[in-house]
């Protein structure tokens, strides 16, 4: 639902999507509104999380600071053009095939994107469900990389008012270092291409190898999103008559 000029999502306790969107973008947050998002997640169970941009409003930190908020999670959001004759400068790995997912191929894209996380023991079983639900988004499509026809690699693209959003990415082990994810990268821009965008956008860790990778493929950063977490202690207290 929208609360001043906020979006707030519930898509469960513990989903990494329930939490607000554009807090403070189109309109300073007050402190009564504030209150009206914070009940929004409580009484559904959930913990509070706000996505900040730092060009929103100066008030709203100020904000989340007197509320006893803390930052959890740092995000690079970038961006690059995309020409309609798009072709990456660095060399593929002509080996590497790119394809979208076929109808009833769902389950193998889950398990092979959760494959990428297994040396994360405690997040596999997290995003082989996850990766379920995204495979069978009507508003995303998902794409394999595969190595001599076995996928090693996965991704993922939405598209929206010429807008093209990668995500998803994730390579098994043992197909780790053989250009999976440059393929897949190219292979969605050129895909969004061909569907009239002409910007692309991705978010990655600051100073990571993700970072890196997409800054040598013509990404810039836009901005540093900020998550922002409502610890229990700080709820307790702000829910205090």
Same mark, same amino acid.
């Given at each position: 639902?929208?609360?001043?000029?906020? *979006?707030?999502? *519930?898509?469960?306790?513990?989903?990494?999507?329930?939490?607000?969107?554009?807090?403070?973008?189109?309109?300073?947050?007050?402190?009564?509104?504030? %209150?009206?998002?914070?009940?929004?997640?409580?009484?559904?169970?959930?913990?509070?999380?706000?996505?900040?941009?730092?060009?929103?409003?100066?008030?709203?930190?100020?904000?989340?600071?007197? $509320?006893?908020?803390?930052?959890?999670?740092?995000?690079?959001?970038? *961006?690059?053009?995309?020409?309609?004759?798009?072709?990456? @400068?660095?060399?593929?790995?002509? $080996?590497?095939?790119? $394809?979208?997912?076929?109808?009833?191929?769902?389950?193998?894209?889950?398990?092979?994107?959760?494959?990428?996380?297994?040396?994360?023991?405690?997040?596999?079983?997290?995003?082989?469900?996850?990766?379920?639900?995204?495979?069978?988004?009507?508003?995303?499509?998902?794409?394999?990389?595969?190595?001599?026809?076995?996928?090693?690699?996965?991704?993922?693209?939405?598209?929206? %008012?010429?807008?093209?959003?990668?995500?998803?990415?994730?390579?098994?082990? %043992?197909?780790?270092?053989?250009?999976?994810?440059?393929?897949?990268?190219?292979?969605?821009?050129?895909?969004?291409?061909?569907?009239?965008? %002409?910007?692309?956008?991705?978010?990655?860790?600051?100073?990571?190898?993700?970072?890196?990778?997409?800054?040598?493929?013509?990404?810039?950063?836009?901005?540093?999103?900020?998550?922002?977490?409502?610890?229990?202690? @700080?709820?307790?207290?702000?829910?205090?008559?």
């Amino acid at each position: 639902m929208e609360l001043g000029g906020a *979006y707030a999502m *519930y898509d469960g306790p513990a989903s990494p999507v329930t939490q607000t969107f554009g807090l403070g973008i189109s309109q300073p947050v007050t402190g009564p509104r504030l %209150d009206e998002i914070e009940e929004f997640f409580r009484v559904r169970g959930a913990e509070i999380f706000h996505e900040f941009c730092p060009l929103a409003d100066p008030s709203t930190v100020a904000l989340l600071n007197e $509320r006893g908020y803390q930052p959890t999670e740092f995000t690079s959001v970038m *961006y690059r053009p995309i020409p309609k004759d798009f072709r990456l @400068a660095a060399s593929r790995n002509e $080996r590497i095939q790119v $394809r979208l997912v076929h109808p009833g191929e769902e389950e193998l894209w889950a398990q092979t994107a959760a494959l990428g996380w297994s040396e994360t023991s405690e997040l596999e079983d997290f995003f082989k469900e996850l990766g379920q639900v995204s495979a069978k988004r009507t508003a995303a499509l998902s794409f394999f990389a595969e190595l001599e026809g076995e996928a090693i690699a996965t991704s993922a693209l939405s598209i929206s %008012d010429g807008v093209a959003l990668l995500a998803g990415a994730s390579t098994i082990p %043992d197909g780790r270092k053989q250009g999976a994810q440059l393929a897949l990268l190219e292979g969605r821009l050129r895909y969004a291409a061909q569907q009239g965008c %002409d910007i692309a956008m991705m978010g990655a860790l600051p100073g990571s190898g993700s970072q890196r990778n997409a800054e040598r493929n013509g990404f810039r950063i836009a901005y540093t999103r900020v998550k922002w977490h409502l610890q229990h202690a @700080a709820v307790d207290e702000v829910a205090k008559p």
